[in-house]
């Protein structure tokens, strides 16, 4: 398959693109990225250096590759963390673009705002943009429980409370949601889950909490859960698949004490988990 992955990217460790297109690839698929920003290392560091590209660099990139005459190939596109609000803008634009060419091709929306602790850290205007435009117009949604309960204004207390929260969500546009990083008060201690709704149910998978806080698994889950959805067609399947690849990559991670994902050591993860864990219809 051909993904077009339009998201920040980093030269020092793995977040946006740079832990998103590397899992794709080793799954055999081409990516081709545009990145939204090119910062030296991403900013839970507190500090960072690089510049956020404006909207219209956005489309010229996007511009270059459609005049090789390839968009039709294209069978989805991925948007993640943008920088400045007004580059969703431009990533819609790439979206309606990748589709006229391809009625086939899917847009997988990872509506990067916040997490639980850190609140909001995008900058301003980004949250709504999410919820008012980016999210009615993709196919997938792949929020955390931060981001849900922003995106449907609901509170989520119970795995019944996230269900109808991915379900309102899915009412707005997605017809596949994966929420990750849900802790309610059924979730066990030690314990963390992901929740995958779409037509034909909801998925529950559920791992150990590891003892481990790094950035930049979001974006690699997000484009993991996306192509195992496109190529298995089924999100109960996908979760599975992305859930154990991301466990084992977070394990190795924690296992070397490293403070950014061992995305490149760890690799075999995404081909052949050392782990499969099975989700639970809910």
């Known amino acids: 398959m051909n993904i077009l992955s339009i998201q920040s990217h980093v030269a020092y460790g793995h977040v946006g693109n740079a832990s998103a297109v590397f899992p794709m690839q080793r799954l055999g698929h081409e990516v081709w990225p545009i990145n939204t920003v090119q910062f030296s290392n991403h900013t839970g560091y507190g500090a960072w250096r690089g510049p956020v590209f404006p909207a219209d660099a956005i489309r010229d990139v996007l511009t270059g590759v459609e005049e090789r005459g390839v968009l039709p190939g294209c069978d989805g596109a991925l948007s993640g963390y943008m920088g400045d609000a007004a580059i969703g803008d431009a990533i819609l634009d790439a979206v309606a673009r990748v589709k006229a060419a ?12 916040g997490d639980v602790g850190r609140g909001v850290f995008v900058r301003p205007g980004i949250p709504e943009f999410m919820r008012d435009r980016a999210i009615p117009a993709a196919d997938v949604a792949t929020p955390n429980q931060f981001e849900l309960e922003f995106l449907t204004g609901r509170t989520i207390r119970d795995l019944e409370g996230a269900k109808a929260a991915a379900q309102a ?33 909801a998925f529950r998978l559920r791992t150990p909490l ?32 992305a859930g154990s690849s991301i466990y084992g990559v977070l394990k190795a991670t924690a296992d070397a004490g490293s403070r950014e994902l061992l995305t490149v050591a760890a690799q075999e993860e995404f081909v052949r988990p050392s782990t499969m864990f099975a989700p639970v219809a809910v």
């Open 102 to 113: 391809n009625a086939r091709a899917l847009y997988c929306c990872d509506p990067v705002i």
């Open 169 to 201: 969500l899915r009412s707005a546009g997605p017809a596949a949601v994966l929420v990750t990083s849900l802790q309610t008060s059924e979730t066990p201690e030690g314990a963390i889950e992901l929740l995958a709704v779409d037509g034909e149910g």
């Open 210 to 241: 590891l003892p481990i806080s790094v950035n930049g698994a979001g974006d690699a889950i997000a484009a993991l859960f996306f192509v195992h959805l496109l190529t298995t067609r089924s999100a109960a399947e996908a979760l599975a698949r």
